[in-house]
């Protein structure tokens, strides 16, 4: 069987009886579950449904889920069957079927669908645990023996292999493991499923989530049973298609003959393993929206490709390989996950740009790896600056002195430097956990809130519940007009008061769990209380202007796309009366042109008046219309999607509040372009009368300087260049007269953001070279990060001028112009955002800077 063909066997099957087919959540995990960065197993995405957090679209579900495992990326290419990227097949019961139903299915599938015979099949059952207060899973061991599985081929396993925590509390049960045995050749007589042997392979696991566990060991049964399974796709496929290997299997063949085809060294098989998962883990982690960083799973990405490329470079692939990878990737797997080739020309431009950024950096990193590792030890400030000057994750440097027989002992003190580093930049905010404020809305009523806040912005209702926690008062209403912060819009804010007059309490925050929310409210009159009649009042005035800058984030989306190309993608965004913040995959800084066409963009469909409709449709069909899906959410059959005008520029899956029309925007406004993460830029800007406010206060400014400068507002820009003319004429020559600092500035280069120049030049000395430097800054402006380097009298002068705005982003000019001078053979530091240095060889000049360059390119990477 093919792995296509053993996925459509499995979905058939359970579709066949009852089990309602889900199609596979993306990688990056639902924005209400951050306890993971990426989807790691079946279940994952189902989670609110076996929560109780949302009701599920059937009490039988079937999906073929894609999941990564970070825990096993140093494991691939050491052993047959590890990989990061794969795909698990499951079949769940929620509060339907149980052990017996289980057991039944798995069976029959085995046997009917795969062809095992049932003499080969044996199972794994929990043997029971004295802490926990359980015995043997005798109903497991029953069902199996109802089937026709012998009590000889019923092996019991400790807690460690056959007991399914979801954590230290929550969710859990026993779970019951089938395996194949594959005879004598693969082992011996006293080989049994659960030991460390080939002869007994696991294929599937039955999970029967039956108690909560809360404290940790005390165990109380739930009220709805559950089932979980999961049967890798590519473990199956290994059996079926009768190969000791995954990687010789369909999907990972074609990948392994093309790393053969282009290496010029020979091979080992380590490295083709690695080449074939970490490019089908790249691809698919790329069609799901992350892109290459140094943050979370855009780290986890980086990671992978950096140890492809590495790989690629050990084996003698020529530079550039990576996008024969993704094609070949594509063609394999596209079939099954359309998102592949829709998102092929995205996936190919972060690929192509990371290994490029990568490569620079890889050969000089590499010698300095190989000189220190052949003094064999490797020291935490070593191993720190390889990261933070060549772009090495640790992982990778670990693992490469691992190969050269050389142990790695300083990950605690490398850990303080990382966390050193980190002190100097801002810290990344946290998300709530699942099961914490959600908690709290289950408790305070079992029905969930009906939110009429689309409709009105006033409800007469009831107090459904309320509770208080912690000195906070939780109230639930039966309807509720108020939005809870989701998709980046913010909660609504306003009042609820008594209908008799005698309450009053405001609005703070509105918690979403699911389709479910609470109202964290402060009293100012009197007291709420539990069955009361009250009137809910959304605050109007804020709520249109949240509206009005949701709307525009979406015209701003659109705008992006149409500007800049399709690899455009939202990346994060924060909507709220005052402004829209818009965070957009992106490899480089906006041009004033670019900033321009986008602003002038959005500002023709407002004026153009455009209708906004919000549609009731199913997923199917809202993708068939290409509505935009904002990676990271989690959506169900029927979904809102938001059309603007015709439909032909801005589709997007959305449950937040918009305007009904775009001239009700009034006017866009971009504040300001910049930086967010690496390949993150940011887009801030407002609309209506907040803009219309900024617009005024610039015809304030200009009619002062105008009035300062004894012209016309008109003629300001004129006036002032005649000023600056006269001072031109007026300073002093500069300080070296072979060098034009206009002209030097004007070398300046574009890097992540920032104006990045790296020069030799002539200077008589030391002071000398500071002050051209300092004169190039200011004509550079406000994201100049310069090292400019000169030699006199056989001595190398260095110095490193950094902005403001490039320090707060983790440059260091006293650690870059330490770089620079460590190969001129000297030394030096300083601040921050000015530093000196100095070395001993001219000669080596051009290299300084050369490293100050790639010093700077990986700190703002």
């Known amino acids: 069987m093919t792995s296509d063909q053993i996925r459509e066997t499995f979905l058939e099957f359970f579709a066949a009886r009852d089990h309602k087919r889900m199609a596979?959540?993306?990688?990056?995990?639902?924005?209400?579950?951050?306890?993971?960065?990426?989807?790691?197993?079946?279940?994952?995405?189902?989670?609110?449904?076996?929560?109780?957090?949302?009701?599920p679209p059937h009490i039988r579900l079937t999906s073929c889920q894609k999941c990564f495992r970070t825990t096993d990326i140093e494991n691939v290419g050491n052993t047959a069957r590890h990989l990061t990227f794969f795909e698990m097949l499951g079949n769940f019961s929620i509060g339907d079927y149980f052990k017996a139903g289980a057991v039944e299915y798995a069976l029959e599938l085995s046997t009917t669908g795969f062809g095992f015979d049932v003499d080969d099949i044996w199972i794994t059952v929990f043997e029971g645990d004295e802490e926990l207060g359980l015995g043997p899973d005798e109903e497991a061991i029953a069902a199996w023996e109802a089937v026709g599985i012998p009590r000889s081929r019923i092996v019991p396993c400790n807690r460690k292999e056959n007991f399914w925590e979801s954590g230290p509390t929550?969710?859990?049960?026993?779970?019951?493991?089938?395996?194949?045995?594959?005879?004598?050749?693969?082992?011996?007589?006293d080989d049994l499923p659960g030991g460390e042997n080939e002869r007994f392979l696991e294929y599937w696991n039955l999970v029967f989530m039956q108690f909560d566990?809360?404290?940790?060991?005390?165990?109380?049964?739930?009220?709805?049973?559950?089932?979980?399974?999961?049967?890798?796709?590519?473990?199956?496929?290994?059996?079926?298609?009768?190969?000791?290997?995954?990687?010789?299997?369909?999907?990972?063949?074609?990948?392994?003959?093309?790393?053969?085809?282009?290496?010029?060294?020979?091979?080992?098989?380590?490295?083709?393993?690695?080449?074939?998962?970490?490019?089908?883990?790249?691809?698919?982690?790329?069609?799901?929206?992350?892109?290459?960083?140094?943050?979370?799973?855009?780290?986890?990405?980086?990671?992978?490709?950096?140890?492809?490329?590495?790989?690629?470079?050990?084996?003698?692939?020529?530079?550039?390989?990576?996008?024969?990878?993704?094609?070949?990737?594509?063609?394999?797997?596209?079939?099954?996950?359309?998102?592949?080739?829709?998102?092929?020309?995205?996936?190919?431009?972060?690929?192509?740009?990371?290994?490029?950024?990568?490569?620079?950096?890889?050969?000089?990193?590499?010698?300095l790896l190989d000189d220190l590792l052949a003094e064999g030890e490797l020291a935490a400030a070593d191993a720190f600056k390889l990261h933070?000057?060549?772009?090495?994750?640790?992982?990778?440097?670990?693992?490469?002195?691992?190969?050269?027989?050389?142990?790695?002992?300083?990950?605690?003190?490398?850990?303080?430097?990382?966390?050193?580093?980190?002190?100097?930049?801002?810290?990344?905010?946290?998300?709530?956990?699942?099961?914490?404020?959600?908690?709290?809305?289950?408790?305070?009523?079992?029905?969930?809130?009906?939110?009429?806040?689309?409709?009105?912005?006033?409800?007469?209702?009831?107090?459904?519940?309320?509770?208080?926690?912690?000195?906070?008062?939780?109230?639930?209403?039966?309807?509720?007009?108020?939005?809870?912060?989701?998709?980046?819009?913010?909660?609504?804010?306003?009042?609820?008061?008594?209908?008799?007059?005698?309450?009053?309490?405001?609005?703070?925050?509105?918690?979403?769990?699911?389709?479910?929310?609470?109202?964290?409210?402060?009293?100012?009159?009197?007291?709420?209380?539990?069955?009361?009649?009250?009137?809910?009042?959304?605050?109007?005035?804020?709520?249109?202007?949240?509206?009005?800058?949701?709307?525009?984030?979406?015209?701003?989306?659109?705008?992006?796309?149409?500007?800049?190309?399709?690899?455009?993608?939202?990346?994060?965004?924060?909507?709220?009366?005052?402004?829209?913040?818009?965070?957009?995959?992106?490899?480089?800084?906006?041009?004033?042109?670019?900033?321009?066409?986008?602003?002038?963009?959005?500002?023709?469909?407002?004026?153009?008046?455009?209708?906004?409709?919000?549609?009731?449709?199913?997923?199917?069909?809202?993708?068939?219309?290409?509505?935009?899906?904002?990676?990271?959410?989690?959506?169900?059959?029927?979904?809102?999607?938001?059309?603007?005008?015709?439909?032909?520029?801005?589709?997007?899956?959305?449950?937040?509040?918009?305007?009904?029309?775009?001239?009700?925007?009034?006017?866009?406004?971009?504040?300001?372009?910049?930086?967010?993460?690496?390949?993150?830029?940011?887009?801030?800007?407002?609309?209506?009368?907040?803009?219309?406010g900024l617009l005024r206060r610039h015809d304030a400014l200009l009619a002062e300087a105008a009035a300062a400068l004894r012209t016309q507002p008109e003629r300001v820009v004129e006036a002032i260049e005649a000023l600056q003319e006269r001072a031109k004429h007026a300073a002093k020559a500069p300080v070296n007269g072979a060098v034009d600092p206009a002209a030097l500035a004007g070398r300046a280069v574009e890097l992540s953001g920032a104006r990045v120049l790296t020069e030799v030049v002539e200077a008589p000395d030391a002071k000398a070279l500071l002050e051209l430097a300092d004169r190039v800054k200011g004509r550079i402006g406000g994201d100049a990060a310069i090292v400019l380097g000169c030699a006199v009298d056989g001595r190398v002068h260095l110095v490193a001028n950094f902005a403001d705005a490039v320090v707060a982003r983790g440059l260091r000019a006293g650690d870059v112009v330490k770089v620079a001078a460590q190969a001129a053979g000297g030394g030096g530091g300083g601040r921050d955002t000015l530093a000196q240095a100095g070395g001993r060889d001219p000669g080596k000049l051009p290299e300084a800077l050369a490293a100050a360059r790639v010093a700077i390119e990986n700190a703002l990477a």
């Open 170 to 189: 929550g969710p859990c049960g026993p779970c019951s493991e089938l395996y194949l045995d594959r005879g004598l050749e693969w082992g011996t007589e």
């Open 24 to 55: 596979s959540g993306s990688l990056v995990p639902a924005s209400f579950d951050p306890s993971v960065l990426l989807t790691t197993a079946g279940m994952q995405p189902l989670k609110p449904y076996f929560l109780g957090l949302e009701k």
């Open 388 to 692: 933070d000057t060549y772009g090495f994750p640790i992982e990778l440097t670990r693992e490469i002195a691992a190969e050269r027989g050389v142990p790695f002992t300083g990950d605690a003190e490398f850990a303080e430097l990382m966390d050193a580093q980190r002190a100097r930049s801002a810290a990344a905010a946290g998300g709530r956990k699942v099961g914490s404020t959600e908690t709290v809305v289950r408790d305070l009523s079992p029905e969930p809130t009906e939110f009429t806040g689309y409709e009105a912005l006033e409800q007469h209702t009831i107090v459904a519940g309320l509770v208080e926690r912690d000195g906070q008062v939780f109230v639930k209403l039966a309807e509720s007009p108020f939005y809870a912060e989701g998709g980046g819009q913010i909660s609504d804010s306003g009042t609820i008061a008594c209908e008799d007059g005698d309450c009053l309490a405001h609005v703070r925050d509105v918690i979403r769990a699911g389709d479910d929310q609470a109202i964290l409210v402060q009293a100012e009159e009197g007291q709420l209380k539990p069955g009361e009649r009250v009137v809910a009042r959304v605050d109007a005035v804020a709520r249109r202007a949240t509206q009005a800058n949701h709307t525009a984030t979406h015209l701003l989306h659109a705008a992006l796309r149409e500007r800049l190309g399709e690899h455009v993608r939202q990346a994060g965004s924060y909507v709220g009366p005052d402004k829209l913040r818009f965070d957009f995959s992106h490899t480089q800084r906006l041009s004033a042109e670019e900033r321009r066409d986008i602003e002038d963009r959005v500002n023709e469909w407002i004026l153009r008046n455009d209708p906004v409709r919000p549609l009731t449709t199913t997923l199917e069909e809202a993708r068939r219309l290409g509505a935009m899906a904002l990676f990271g959410e989690k959506y169900g059959d029927v979904v809102r999607m938001v059309e603007i005008g015709d439909g032909s520029y801005s589709r997007e899956l959305c449950g937040g509040t918009h305007v009904r029309s775009t001239a009700e925007i009034g006017v866009f406004k971009i504040l300001s372009e910049g930086s967010s993460a690496s390949n993150v830029r940011r887009i801030e800007a407002i609309t209506g009368p907040e803009a219309v």
């Open 213 to 367: 566990q809360d404290p940790p060991n005390k165990l109380t049964p739930l009220p709805a049973k559950n089932i979980d399974t999961g049967l890798g796709l590519n473990r199956m496929a290994l059996i079926q298609q009768g190969v000791p290997t995954i990687f010789e299997t369909d999907q990972f063949a074609p990948l392994m003959a093309l790393g053969r085809e282009l290496a010029t060294r020979e091979p080992d098989e380590r490295a083709l393993r690695i080449l074939a998962d970490h490019s089908r883990a790249t691809t698919f982690l790329i069609a799901d929206g992350v892109v290459p960083s140094n943050e979370d799973r855009g780290y986890v990405l980086r990671r992978v490709m950096r140890r492809a490329i590495q790989q690629g470079h050990r084996i003698g692939i020529e530079q550039g390989f990576m996008p024969r990878y993704v094609e070949q990737v594509i063609e394999l797997m596209g079939g099954a996950y359309p998102e592949l080739v829709h998102g092929r020309e995205t996936i190919l431009k972060w690929v192509r740009a990371e290994e490029a950024g990568f490569g620079r950096t890889l050969e000089q990193g590499t010698r």
